[in-house]
C-alpha cells in the first residue's frame, strides 16, 4: 500500500465535456466543520470505509468507460458519488441545491472536494447554456476548464 492512492494517467481527449461550477458566498463547505469522516475511518466505521471502497469502485468504473470510448455513460457514476456522500456526510443545504439544479438541467454533477463547488458532465452546449441560465441567478459562477 502506498498511503495515498495510485494514480493513472488518462488522455484527456477521453473526457465529455466538464463543467465547473462554485458559489460565491461561499469558500468552502460548511460540512467541512460538522463531519468526522477521516476520525471514523481511522476508528475502522464500516459505513466510512465501505463508502471509501464504493468510491474506489466508482473511480474505477469512470476509466473503464472513458477507456472504452463510452464517456456517455458515465453521468450516472458521478451523480452516484455525490448520492453516497450524502447519505453519510451533513451537507449544507446550499450545496444540496447546487448539485440538484445542475442535475435539473440533467448533467452530473459532484462536489470537486469539500463543498462549495461542484465538477460534472454536460452533453451540449444547449445543456451548458442551461446550466449557466439556472445556476447564475442563485450565486453560483460556472466555466469549463481547460485540460491538458
Given amino acids: ?7 493513472e494517467p488518462l488522455d484527456p ?3 465529455p465535456p466538464l463543467f465547473i461550477a462554485y458559489r460565491t458566498d ?3 463547505g460548511t460540512e ?14 464500516l459505513v466510512v470505509v465501505e463508502a471509501m471502497k464504493y468510491w474506489a469502485g466508482l473511480t474505477v468504473q469512470v476509466r473503464d468507460l472513458l477507456q472504452r470510448g463510452e464517456k456517455d455513460k458515465i453521468a ?7 448520492d453516497k456522500r450524502r447519505a453519510i ?3 449544507g443545504q446550499g450545496n444540496i441545491r447546487m448539485v440538484e439544479a445542475a442535475r435539473a438541467c440533467g448533467a452530473s454533477a459532484q462536489f470537486t472536494g469539500s463543498g462549495g463547488a461542484i465538477v460534472g458532465t454536460y452533453s451540449d452546449e444547449a445543456m451548458f447554456t442551461a446550466l449557466k441560465n439556472k445556476l447564475e441567478p442563485l450565486g453560483i459562477k460556472i466555466f469549463t476548464p481547460q485540460i491538458v
Fill in 89 to 91: 456526510y451533513q451537507i
Fill in 1 to 7: 500500500m502506498q498511503g495515498y492512492g495510485r494514480y
Fill in 76 to 82: 450516472p457514476v458521478i451523480n452516484a458519488g455525490f
Fill in 13 to 15: 481527449k477521453l473526457l
Fill in 32 to 45: 467541512v466543520f460538522h463531519n468526522n469522516i477521516r476520525a471514523r475511518w481511522e476508528m475502522g466505521d
Fill in 26 to 28: 461561499l469558500a468552502e
